[in-house]
């Protein structure tokens, strides 16, 4: 079975532009989470979707920040403008129930000049 | 508040030693998950086992083997004759079900090193 997918793999951009990172969950499970990891921070959870509808977006840094899932096997998280500081590995999980365990993507190394 | 706390930054062994990656967790739900999660230097992130908190019993995963202990709060994990390839920054994380709409906390990281 294919696991979570992310693309790009990475992203070198500048600042002040648009960047969209692409995730296509495991086929069936109906929870999709964005982390980010930073050296500084850790790895926190940015937002996350069950049935494609947003429930938690509590953790998205910046109105730059959206994020949207529509429909069931892809989710895009876009920042627009970018800036130096959003450089970090961002990931995309995915689990079948709250409960069960989220499966994570290999990541999107951004690095923002 | 929910809280996961791995006290050692950085472990360093050599080949064929036992190593045991500490985590302490703090939560009010009384019902609740714990996983430990692989970061080999590749940079994905890969589940190793997870445990609700009514089953306190030990689990052994081949080389690994995990210590739930609710009375001190603990799930800790040892890697029995450690090789190379375990390698690796390990992240243990906590999901309370009824708090925080069940996110995944993770603690800071423990990156280990087994040198040959």
């Known amino acids: 079975d294919a696991g979570v997918i992310q693309s790009p793999r990475h992203e070198v951009t500048e600042m002040g532009q648009e960047v969209t990172l692409r995730c296509k969950p495991i086929?069936?499970?109906?929870?999709l989470f964005w982390y980010r990891q930073t050296m500084m921070r850790g790895l926190e959870l940015l937002i996350y979707?069950?049935?494609?509808?947003?429930?938690?977006d509590s953790g998205m840094p910046e109105d730059r920040f959206s994020a949207k899932m529509p429909n069931a096997s892809f989710s895009t998280l876009k920042i627009q403008p970018s800036e130096p500081r959003d450089s970090a590995v961002y990931f995309c999980?995915?689990?079948?129930?709250?409960?069960?365990?989220?499966?994570f993507g290999p990541g999107t190394r951004l690095l923002v000049l | 508040a929910q809280k996961v706390t791995q006290a050692q930054t950085e472990i360093s062994v050599v080949e064929k030693e036992d190593v045991t990656l500490d985590c302490v967790y703090e939560t009010r739900d009384t019902t609740y998950y714990l996983f430990w999660y692989k970061q080999p230097p590749s940079g994905e992130l890969v589940f190793l086992i997870r445990?609700?908190?009514?089953?306190?019993q030990n689990e052994i995963s081949g080389r690994y083997s995990w210590n739930f202990q609710k009375s001190t709060s603990s799930f800790n994990f040892t890697i029995t004759a450690s090789q190379v390839v375990d390698s690796a920054v390990y992240f243990c994380a906590l999901r309370g079900i009824y708090n925080q709409g069940g996110k995944l906390i993770f603690g800071q990281g423990t990156e280990l090193s087994v040198k040959p």
């Open positions: 979707f069950n049935n494609n509808v947003p429930i938690d």
């Open positions: 445990r609700n908190s009514f089953d306190e």
């Open positions: 086929s069936g499970h109906d929870y």
């Open positions: 999980a995915s689990s079948l129930l709250q409960r069960e365990t989220q499966y």
